[in-house]
């Protein structure tokens, strides 16, 4: 079976995980962020099959988010450098790690301010207001180069309530929910 290429569709979203949507992936970004470019250190970090590897680092380059370079003539090796691009996938990893240490693994990894070695609490901001990205303050809307579709759903999601905020358990659409 074939899976569907998310590759022409106007969300981008949708385009983004044309590119990095396998888990494998975004692992392998992950370690290429921690400063991993060679076939084995990727491989011994996730212990993926090696056959899995290639396919998804020849992916990744084929994206345009790691770039390969000889490092040996002989025996012919190879390495995985971050493109410009790759790097830029490195706020989407840090919301990815906080997301998950709050909800999934709070015992695991922490982010630290590398001089002070103090636990950072990574927030989206918008860059030209210092504000946080959060509801009801932001939402998503169609852009300049929206289709008719995109456009039509776009001013339907932005006639529905917002999902209310919470300090825990699942939100509730549309009203708050009393904590005790």
Request: charged share 30%.
């Amino acid at each position: 079976m074939q899976r569907k290429s998310f590759g022409k569709m106007p969300c981008p979203i949708a385009r983004s995980l044309e590119r990095v949507g396998e888990w494998w992936s975004i692992l392998i970004i992950r370690d290429a962020l921690h400063g991993f470019t060679r076939f084995d250190e990727f491989q011994k970090s996730l212990n993926i099959a090696p056959n899995m590897l290639t396919r998804r680092l020849s992916a990744l380059v084929d994206a345009g988010l790691l770039e390969r370079r000889r490092y040996s003539e002989r025996p012919p090796r190879y390495e995985y450098i971050l493109t410009e691009m790759g790097r830029d996938f490195r706020p989407v990893i840090v919301a990815m790690f906080a997301w998950g240490n709050r909800h999934f693994a709070p015992e695991g990894v922490m982010l630290v301010d590398k001089k002070t070695r103090r636990a950072a609490d990574p927030v989206l901001v918008d860059r030209r207001s210092g504000r946080p990205l959060n509801e009801p303050d932001f939402v998503f809307a169609a852009g300049p180069a929206a289709s008719a579709r995109t456009r039509r759903r776009y001013a339907m999601v932005a006639q529905k309530k917002p999902v209310a905020v919470q300090r825990s358990s699942r939100p509730v659409r549309g009203k708050k929910r009393r904590v005790s």
